[in-house]
């Protein structure tokens, strides 16, 4: 329970220190413009939950609204979709503090003018996913939250440049062969091979770097494994793949 203040000093319309108060009625007017300052505060229910009662304080010039519930600030406000829409994708609750807290700033710095709440849920997760090496696809946030990848990976951009995020710190390039071996349909020996294959492929991008071992391991292993699937299972375009397959072994 929460009482809130509403100042009945002045008048809140035309900014006239005139206020009176009605006995019979129990609430402040402006002698001026005649608006009855009792009007805002169904103002404050809408904003702030529900009202249990209200007092009024004509000598101090008061109006005291006493609140059911948390009185919540604008910015708690906008953060309810954030506390709704995160337990959609089960993280680990470490991360889930951490998403919450990284998105409260970006709605204090106002990034939700720029993208979508869902957008930035998704950015924030994609990103302290990859650090904790938690082998999160965008396909995976796609498909709970339908944010596309690009503009998820957008939102990031801009987060990690307000909120200062540290270096992303790659999932390792191991959790993303187990994760890709297995989407596949494969056991773990595909992936154990791709593992130590993986060590040998010089490329920067962990998912197309993830793919190519897949690849390598695969035609190691005699497996028949078709690029534009393992494309789609890695979470990469297929001519990326294909380009960066050119040389390598079947
Ligand atoms: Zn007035």
Do not use: Q
């Not at 209200?54 to 009185?71: D, F, H, S, T, Y």
């Not at 307000?162 to 992303?168: D, S």
Request: charged content about 30%.
């Amino acid at each position: 329970m929460e009482v809130f203040y509403i100042d009945a000093s002045k008048c809140t319309e035309c900014g006239s220190a005139k206020v009176g108060f009605n006995e019979k009625r129990s609430e402040f007017f402006c002698r001026d413009c005649g608006f009855v300052l009792m009007d805002s505060i169904p103002v404050i229910e809408a904003t702030h939950g529900k009202i249990e009662r209200v007092m009024v304080n004509p000598k101090e010039k008061k109006i005291a609204v006493v609140i059911r519930g948390i009185l919540k600030d604008k910015t708690e406000k906008k953060m309810s979709v954030f506390y709704a829409e995160i337990k959609k994708f089960s993280l680990p609750k470490y991360i889930e503090a951490e998403v919450l807290v990284l998105a409260k700033k970006a709605v204090e710095l106002k990034l939700t003018m720029s993208y979508s709440k869902l957008e930035i849920l998704c950015a924030l997760i994609y990103h302290l996913c990859r650090r904790e090496s938690i082998p999160v696809m965008l396909r995976d946030l796609e498909k709970t939250y339908g944010c596309s990848k690009k503009r998820v990976l957008k939102s990031l951009k801009l987060l990690r440049e307000k909120l200062a995020l540290n270096e992303i710190i790659e999932a390792g390039v191991e959790s993303y062969i187990i994760r890709i071996s297995s989407d596949l349909g494969y056991n773990g020996e595909l992936a154990t091979k791709a593992i130590s294959v993986a060590v040998g492929v010089n490329i920067a991008h962990v998912l197309l770097k993830a793919a190519v071992a897949v690849w390598i391991a695969g035609g190691e292993l005699g497996l028949k494994i078709k690029k534009k699937e393992l494309a789609r299972v890695a979470g990469i375009s297929e001519a990326a793949l294909r380009k960066n397959l050119a040389g390598k072994a079947k």
